[in-house]
């Protein structure tokens, strides 16, 4: 089975604003990192993976078939799961109905299909469980929860969905340490456990621990592709902001690999 | 294991839904006490039946505003769309209608008419905002003229009267409150319902809470935002054929006075213009706590300058301890939180 997922050639520019550019990048199995500075294009890279945005040209590839994601519903029909940058939760909507927000679980009554309450509280309850932030009670609204309670409750959606592929971006960013060391050590599992995962990131001490993979992205571009072990924390500042010029010194392997 | 047990130890059960709910009741109970105490006749049949058919006519407005507003919107022309329906069914029924036997048949098909009017006004007002992405508040502003103009015309400058025994019968008889409240009943539970029990209820909700939210979760937001405006549409269509077999006329100008306190009710009721939240049950009291002053000061005798004027207070008095309320809850789960 070709389980391999990458994009090609990705281009993708907002009014003006050139925001990715010629984008490769074939993402092995285990955790792949993006890194880069702000406005480097990661999140429009992550909307365009989850269905949220579309490519101007280029073409996405998943278990070895070319694929147009045109929508998040298609995206979640392949498997890929999204934890985006502002979370996309509904304030005023309690945990569980955020869990399910557009995947309710219904019940027909007299042909009518019906929210199914019960149904979709015990199936949260072990997910909610899960991430590992302790939770109050699963019919509070969203908006009473702390930074990392609302981070568990997007975290519990994505994993509730059982991705082939998870999309994370800046997922540790509102976290304290206690729960970033949760945080991570919930990703660890599934990546374990052979899910796919791609992180966005600013925490780069945290790429080099965590990541099996590492692509620096600069102005809508890949600038570098290494390994953690084969770089260093000043290194990869130096792909971000540029002072570190091409592929070419980064990763000789990396290009041997990939033409 | 030791998760889960973190996940059931903070499992405290708050009745979040009910607490904004319960300060209104209290709010009506005072009013209903009040004038109890102060109008004669207040608790008379003849007075709760007229508080109960005029809150009546225009909460069937209110249902929808309260979709509508819940989802962040609003709709100024719920009463244009009464007027519209009720004037075409009352024109349909004086010529169709010639005098003879309580015309059941012509009656009927005059509702029908009217609620598919409502209807198809309400989806008017959706798809023009859904796919020109036009703010609500102008598009159906618009409308608004657009409707009551369509009823001037079509009823050529003049009210129509003279319509069908079986028409007063529904509008002014039926067992106990009458079919009116009956009828109006019967969407309250409708709608109600399908705010808390469908998927499309519950996305009137998240779309009023976060609507990137809603469209990254792959809902159809178009469909959603026509489904609303048409269910107000709906709502105000039974409205124009109600009120037009109550007060046996249809009139181009109908439901004039409604467009306020049909939108007064919804906020009253605890639906902020924000969106997000509110409830059916709470428009319900809140249209009730409306019908309650109005009446009350048609008993005491005292000018309808002034009901408009404690229509108004009330409206901005609820608003604000909503407000209050609010801040109160987030500062209590922030203290929560850091426990
Ligand atoms: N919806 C949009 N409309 C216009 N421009 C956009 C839009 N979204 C992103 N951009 C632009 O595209 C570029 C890339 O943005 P993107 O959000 O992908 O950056 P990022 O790498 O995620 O940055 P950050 O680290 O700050 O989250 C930026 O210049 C941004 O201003
Ligand atoms: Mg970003």
Redesign the pocket.
């Given at each position: 089975m070709d389980e391999q997922f990458s994009v090609r050639q990705i281009a993708?520019?907002?009014?003006?604003?050139?925001?990715?550019q010629d984008v490769t990048i074939d993402f092995a199995s285990g955790l792949t990192a993006i890194v880069?500075?702000?406005?480097?294009?990661?999140?429009?890279?992550?909307?365009i993976l989850s269905g949220v945005?579309h490519p101007d040209r280029g073409t996405i590839v998943h278990n070895g078939q070319s694929v147009t994601i045109d929508n998040p519903v298609i995206a979640r029909k392949l498997g890929i799961e999204s934890l985006y940058?502002d979370l996309a939760l509904a304030d005023t909507l309690n945990v569980i109905e955020n869990m399910f927000l557009g995947r309710e679980i219904v019940t027909r009554r007299f042909g009518i299909p019906v929210l199914d309450e019960r149904a979709m509280a015990q199936a949260a309850g072990d997910t909610l469980a899960r991430v590992r932030i302790g939770l109050p009670h699963p019919k509070t609204p969203v908006r009473y929860l702390s930074g990392g309670q609302r981070q568990a409750v997007a975290l519990a959606r994505a994993l509730y969905f059982k991705a082939q592929v998870l999309l994370l971006?800046?997922p540790t960013a509102a976290l304290g340490p206690k729960e970033t060391s949760a945080f991570t050590s919930v990703i660890k599992e599934l990546v374990d456990s052979g899910t796919r995962v791609v992180m966005?990131t600013?925490n780069i001490p945290q790429v080099i621990e965590m990541a099996d993979s590492i692509v620096v992205?600069r102005a809508?571009r890949i600038v570098a592709r290494v390994a953690p072990q084969d770089t260093s924390e000043q290194q990869l500042l130096a792909f971000m902001v540029g002072s570190q010029e091409t592929i070419e010194e980064a990763s000789p392997q990396w290009i041997k690999t990939h033409q | 294991m030791d998760q889960n047990t973190s996940v059931r130890h903070s499992g405290r059960k708050f009745q979040w839904a009910l607490r904004g709910r319960v300060t209104i009741l209290f709010v009506l109970v005072l009013f209903v006490v009040f004038f109890g105490v102060t109008a004669r006749g207040f608790f008379t049949k003849i007075s709760l039946e007229n508080i109960m058919v005029s809150t009546a006519l225009f909460l069937l407005l209110s249902l929808g505003e309260t979709y509508v507003m819940i989802s962040g919107g609003i709709d100024l022309s719920v009463s244009s769309m009464l007027a519209l329906s009720g004037m075409v069914s009352g024109v349909y029924i004086s010529s169709t209608y010639h005098g003879t036997g309580p015309a059941i048949g012509i009656t009927l098909i005059a509702l029908a008419l009217s609620l598919v009017l409502g209807l198809a006004g309400g989806t008017f007002n959706g798809l023009i905002i859904a796919n020109l992405k036009l703010n609500p508040l102008i598009v159906t502003l618009g409308t608004w003229g657009v409707f009551y103009g369509g009823a001037e015309l079509i009823a050529n400058g003049s009210p129509v009267g003279n319509l069908t025994p079986f028409s007063y019968v529904l509008g002014n008889g039926g067992p106990l409150v009458g079919w009116v409240v009956w009828i109006t009943l019967a969407f309250v539970i409708a709608y109600a319902w399908i705010a808390r029990r469908t998927r499309f209820g519950r996305y009137i909700f998240a779309v009023g809470a976060n609507r990137e939210a809603v469209r990254r979760a792959g809902v159809n937001l178009k469909r959603q935002s026509v489904g609303v405006y048409a269910l107000a549409g709906l709502g105000a269509g039974a409205a124009g054929f109600l009120s037009m077999a109550h007060f046996q006329t249809a009139s181009p100008v109908a439901g004039s006075d409604y467009l306020l306190i049909a939108v007064a009710a919804v906020i009253i009721g605890g639906t902020p213009l924000t969106g997000g939240e509110g409830s059916i049950w709470g428009t319900v009291v809140g249209a009730l706590i409306i019908s309650v002053l109005e009446n009350g000061f048609v008993m005491l005798n005292i000018s309808a300058f002034w009901q408009l004027v404690a229509v108004g207070l009330t409206t901005i008095l609820a608003v604000y301890f909503d407000e209050i309320q609010r801040h109160f809850q987030i500062a209590q789960a922030a203290r929560r939180n850091t426990a």
């Open positions: 993708k520019s907002y009014a003006g604003v050139q925001a990715l880069g500075d702000n406005g480097a294009g990661k999140s429009t890279l992550m909307k945005e940058q971006d800046e966005v600013h992205m809508g | -």
